[in-house]
């Protein structure tokens, strides 16, 4: 068991409300309102602008070469993730200027601001820990909504995305941060900040939650 699996183990009610989260289970079943979606791939082009920040502070806070580059190829899947929003706001008529000037929900601000605090306050293992419910919980989540494959999904209305987190090459950029959050685990933990690292990894898991319920919130509105 790698410090992720023991991370979602001690945190298994919060990494659940996340991974199981009626937005995700909608989303699978295509019944997931369109308001919701656009409200949440907004806020989530919002939320990466500040994780690509994360990944900043992630290089100033390495000490090894290797952990710089790391972080590089993390800031640069981010970058490269945020072509999906704007190709998918486009087809709304958004362009990426009015997505990035549109105003942060609070559930955005808790969360990017969170991590960025624990990597502020933290060192490099509290800021991976923080980030880790994101980038390897979406592709725990692509996988549970394809578990045939992208190509199974034929004319679902969420086949874009869904086949974005559960296609080779964000699973492979998952399987990269799980290990590297197993280096430093190795590197820098013990079994009494174990118990710290898996409340941090909760709280991150619940802050992913809330932004899910953000936007089913949005659609009732």
């Given at each position: 068991m790698d410090i992720f699996d023991r991370l979602k183990t001690a945190a298994t009610a919060d990494w659940q409300s996340y991974v199981d989260h009626d937005f995700v289970r909608r989303m699978g079943a295509g019944t997931l309102p369109e308001e919701a979606f656009r409200t949440y791939?907004?806020?989530?082009?919002?939320?990466?602008?500040?994780?690509?920040?994360?990944?900043?502070?992630?290089?100033?806070?390495?000490?090894?070469?290797?952990?710089?580059?790391?972080?590089?190829?993390?800031?640069?899947?981010?970058l490269d993730e945020m072509d999906l929003h704007v190709r998918l706001c486009g087809r709304w008529g958004l362009t990426p200027d009015a997505i990035?000037?549109?105003?942060?929900?609070?559930?955005?601000?808790?969360?990017?601001?969170?991590v960025l605090?624990?990597?502020?306050?933290?060192?490099?293992?509290?800021?991976?820990?923080?980030?880790?419910?994101c980038v390897v919980g979406y592709a725990e989540i692509g996988r549970n909504l394809a578990p045939n494959g992208a190509g199974a999904l034929g004319e679902h209305p969420y086949r874009e995305w869904i086949a974005e987190?559960?296609?080779?090459?964000y699973q492979d950029i998952a399987a990269r941060a799980r290990r590297?959050?197993?280096d430093l685990a190795a590197r820098a933990m013990t079994e009494q900040r174990f118990i710290e690292l898996a409340a941090l990894f909760g709280k991150a898991s619940?802050?992913?939650?809330?932004?899910?319920?953000?936007?089913?919130?949005?659609?009732?509105?």
């Open positions: 791939l907004v806020q989530d082009y919002l939320f990466l602008i500040q994780f690509a920040r994360a990944y900043a502070l992630a290089t100033y806070k390495s000490r090894t070469l290797a952990d710089m580059k790391a972080a590089q190829a993390g800031l640069a899947a981010i990035e000037a549109a105003p942060e929900h609070q559930a955005t601000v808790a969360y990017t601001r969170f605090d624990c990597g502020a306050a933290g060192d490099l293992l509290d800021l991976h820990v923080a980030l880790a419910p987190y559960a296609g080779d090459a590297h959050l197993d619940r802050l992913e939650a809330d932004f899910w319920q953000m936007g089913l919130d949005a659609a009732e509105r």
